[in-house]
């Protein structure tokens, strides 16, 4: 009985490992809610996963800079990232209304290469400027 808890503790720790260091691959992510991001991104920091950017990761989805270690993140050439002024939607006019106040803290959230190259591309507006190609692959590592 005893070899049968130890094995099962064995297993149990083995697929935690497995789990731990799984690939999290981004497709084609709009972006949402920055909350529920931000939760996101530290759990899977927690958890030691890697991301594999693969396609589109836009908006919210750009906050993962600010959480996961970079050198938990690779990027293939399908790879690009979508940056925009933070907003939120009001009922009433039911439109997205730009907030100076939570593009501010998004910009606090990004590391200070993404803050530079944001800023060389003439800052956070509402629409989406893009990061693609070289860039991208001059601050992540291609995928293998």
């Not at 800079?65 to 009922?91: E, K, N, Q």
């Not at 998004?106 to 400027?129: D, E, F, N």
Request: proline share 5%.
């Amino acid at each position: 009985m005893k070899w049968q808890a130890l094995l099962a503790g064995a297993l149990a720790s083995a697929l935690a490992a497995t789990v731990a260091f799984a690939d999290v691959r981004v497709t084609n992510d709009p972006g949402g809610e920055i909350s529920s991001y931000v939760q996101k991104f530290r759990e899977m920091r927690a958890a030691g996963e890697r991301l594999v950017i693969d396609g589109p990761c836009l908006s919210a989805c750009t906050l993962f800079t600010a959480f996961i270690p970079r050198d938990h993140v690779c990027v293939t050439r399908r790879a690009v990232l979508g940056f925009h002024a933070a907003s939120y939607f009001d009922d009433t006019s039911r439109s997205l209304v730009p907030t100076r106040a939570g593009t501010r803290l998004v910009m606090r959230l990004y590391p200070p290469q993404i803050r530079a190259w944001i800023v060389r591309h003439g800052g956070l507006r509402p629409q989406i400027m893009t990061m693609r190609g070289n860039e991208l692959a001059s601050l992540y590592s291609i995928c293998r």
